[in-house]
């Protein structure tokens, strides 16, 4: 069963430590990305990858990092540095050079 | 800087009427359009999309126009049904295989 899954679905942390979220896909797509969705506003781009072991920043990364070390997993480190962390977190992945993008289910992060 | 728009946040409608969601976008270098569907909780599934070559898509009750010198896109669902009620996002790429930018969504709700 073919799919993107993102864990955990909540996730609480306090403020000033670094969290990471996990997005797994076994579509065998290229390319994956890490949007952000917050109350009245479209989902915004943090960062994403087209290929193994390269990366670039979208509109929004400061405050976070990620890694692409396998083509199945794109985790995405919410640092202490982000302001408002506070958001729900869409990944998504589609095959390289294609615009459809399949997402997963989203993880909603609360910082305290 | 929003350089998809979606005006409306929320729309209501009867059952068995059309739906219009509408979508603006300032960025005239954007030529490749999709229409994502959110449903409380999952992550944006694809719904339809349209190249900037055609001014019409159709699948099923889904049909999405556009109007290039007006910088406007629009989605008619026809006849609607209380299963479409949900968070409808516009979306807007330049060629295939980059980065998108999302509107903010339009809450569409269906009444029986």
């Known amino acids: 069963d073919g799919g993107i899954t993102q864990s955990p679905k909540y996730l609480f942390r306090k403020e000033g430590q670094n969290v990471t979220l996990s997005c797994e896909q076994n579509?065998?797509?290229?390319?994956m990305y890490w949007y952000r969705q917050d109350p009245g506003q479209g989902l915004r781009l943090i960062y994403y990858s087209q290929i193994v072991n390269d990366f670039q920043k979208g509109d929004i990364a400061e405050g976070y990092s990620v890694s692409r070390e396998k083509k199945e997993s794109f985790p995405l480190t919410v640092t202490s540095a982000q302001k408002n962390p506070t958001a729900f977190y869409l990944c998504?992945?589609?095959?390289?050079?294609?615009?459809?993008?399949?997402f997963g289910p989203g993880t909603r992060l609360t910082v305290l | 800087d929003q350089q998809v728009k979606q005006n409306s946040p929320s729309l209501s409608v009867q059952e068995g009427r059309i739906s219009i969601l509408n979508c603006d976008y300032t960025n005239s270098m954007f030529d490749y359009f999709l229409w994502y569907k959110k449903y409380p909780a999952e992550g944006p599934t694809f719904l339809i999309s349209i190249s900037s070559i055609k001014d019409k898509n159709e699948d099923g009750r889904f049909t999405v126009f556009l109007n290039k010198s007006a910088k406007h896109l629009s989605l008619h669902i026809v006849p609607s049904q209380p299963g479409d009620s949900a968070v409808y996002f516009c979306?807007?790429?330049?060629?295939?295989?980059?980065?998108?930018?999302f509107g903010a969504g339009t809450r569409l709700t269906v009444k029986p």
């Open positions: 998504a992945s589609s095959i390289r050079g294609a615009n459809e993008q399949f």
């Open positions: 979306a807007a790429a330049r060629g295939v295989g980059n980065d998108m930018r």
């Open positions: 579509l065998n797509h290229d390319a």
